[in-house]
């Protein structure tokens, strides 16, 4: 069965400072990984996916992730934070085939003026 | 072009209770999904529908039913509240047998006293 861990409930960072929000996956065969954004009252929308290729995936917002088989990770990452990317963050991953996502617990990133 | 709507947005119900939640997509795509988001748990899959005509169980559908009603429509019905079913639900849909993104509602935010 295909799981997703994203170690940090929060994430903390400053305003102009790079950000970091980590994501680890378990899964058969090749993964497919996604990065999805919720803001305050609303669905989630979509950032960015990894399905083959570059390892590093450039996404909205000037958010990337770069995919690492080996430590089965799949961070996100932007290198300079904005007050407004404040947000809850979600990772997934589904396996090839028909089945469907599977999110993480998600992270809450607080960008700080 | 609205995308995934969803009805109602709030919703209170007694224990015991029954109530259809509704969703309804103008993208044409062939997949829908009912999800519930609670606090630490991220988003658990209820049921999805890969195709029109075709319903899955998630990861929770204990205390749900659902039904596809055309390729537009995908509604979630409690028979019976309970209040362990407090939560967010959000419907999403997309193309399963691709990896492309999903698109979520909004949510309806229930509370079952």
């Known amino acids: 069965a295909q799981s997703v861990a994203q170690p940090e409930d929060q994430v903390n960072v400053a305003e102009g400072n790079p950000l970091t929000v980590k994501c680890t996956y378990s899964?058969?065969?090749?993964?497919?990984l996604f990065w999805y954004v919720q803001y305050p009252n609303r669905g989630l929308q979509f950032l960015l996916k990894?399905?083959?290729?570059?390892?590093l995936v450039k996404g909205s917002y000037g958010f990337e992730a770069e995919f690492n088989k080996s430590q089965t990770s799949f961070h996100l990452k932007k290198p300079s934070a904005l007050v407004s990317d404040s947000a809850l963050y979600f990772c997934?991953?589904?396996?090839?085939?028909?089945?469907?996502?599977?999110f993480g617990k998600g992270t809450r990133l607080s960008v700080i003026a | 072009n609205a995308g995934v709507t969803q009805t109602p947005k709030f919703q209170v119900l007694k224990t015991g209770q029954s109530m259809t939640l509704q969703c309804a997509q103008d993208?044409?795509?062939?997949?829908m999904y009912w999800y519930r988001q609670d606090p630490g748990m991220g988003l658990r899959l209820i049921y999805y529908s890969a195709s029109e005509g075709t319903t899955d169980k998630g990861e929770v559908p204990n205390g749900y039913n659902v039904s596809r009603l055309n390729k537009r429509e995908f509604s979630l019905r409690l028979e019976s509240a309970a209040p362990s079913q407090t939560s967010v639900y959000f419907c999403a849909s997309g193309h399963h047998s691709t990896n492309e993104k999903l698109f979520f509602g909004s949510g309806t935010q229930l509370s079952v006293l």
């Open positions: 990894y399905i083959t290729g570059d390892n």
């Open positions: 997934a991953v589904r396996a090839s085939g028909n089945t469907p996502l599977v």
């Open positions: 899964v058969s065969g090749n993964p497919y």
């Open positions: 993208m044409n795509h062939n997949s």
